[in-house]
């Protein structure tokens, strides 16, 4: 059974500073998503990673797929109250189309 | 932009009376699903449907849950005899091709009393 598991699961910060979101699985894959949740909301899709070394910018934010490691990271740059949301990766295995998501990490920007 | 659009946004059920979800995919999209969250909780895969077929299910998906597309637009979600544990926020999402991102709906949160 395909696991994925993020760290941290909640993450409070100060505008303006840099923080990473950790996004392990423990199968072979080479497709993981990353969706943006709001409260109440739907998934909002952000980014498509489908190779070993892909990485994808849209503004303050960075993902980054490491096949061999199983590991996505979400980098955020100079964070601002704006990206306050919960943030999800999902990760689809190469026999199907399903997602399987992590649990999600509620983050938090203070002014 | 074109979305995916859910009908009703709340409902609100007895235990054990049946209820159906109803959702629209994108009109060009091959590949449709229906995926739940429970507040506070992750989002759980149920079921895909593609070529007019479940092409995987979960071990959520039990015999209570049934999904059909009966015409060209719609697709949805059936639960026969609802559970408490059946209330939570369900997704539906569709994409054009297996390894697009697929694209949610706004959610019906079923509540069951």
């Known amino acids: 059974e395909l696991k994925v598991e993020q760290n941290p699961l909640f993450l409070s910060m100060q505008e303006g500073k840099n923080y990473t979101i950790y996004c392990n699985y423990s199968?072979?894959?080479?497709?993981l998503y990353w969706y943006r949740q709001d409260p109440g909301k739907s998934l909002e899709s952000l980014f498509v990673l489908l190779s070993n070394g892909a990485v994808k910018q849209e503004g303050r934010l960075m993902a980054s797929l490491d096949t061999k490691a199983r590991l996505s990271t979400l980098h955020i740059t100079a964070a601002v109250h704006d990206l306050s949301a919960t943030y999800f990766c999902a990760v689809q295995e190469t026999s199907g189309s399903r997602l399987t998501f992590g649990e999600g990490t509620q983050l938090t920007v203070n002014p | 932009e074109p979305e995916v659009t859910q009908t009703p946004s709340h409902q609100v059920t007895q235990m054990g009376q049946e209820v159906i979800l109803r959702c629209v995919p994108i009109s060009n999209h091959l590949y449709f699903y229906w995926y739940r969250q429970i507040l506070g909780q992750k989002v759980e895969f149920l079921v895909s449907?593609?070529?007019?077929?479940?092409?995987?299910k979960s071990e959520i998906f039990d015999d209570q849950f049934s999904v059909e597309r009966p015409d060209g637009s719609n697709f949805t979600l059936k639960i026969r005899s609802t559970k408490l544990e059946d209330s939570a926020m369900y997704f539906c999402?569709?994409?054009?091709?297996?390894?697009?991102?697929?694209?949610f709906g706004d959610g019906t949160r079923l509540s069951i009393l």
């Open positions: 449907f593609y070529n007019n077929e479940i092409s995987e």
């Open positions: 999402a569709s994409t054009q091709w297996g390894n697009q991102p697929q694209h």
């Open positions: 199968t072979t894959s080479d497709r």
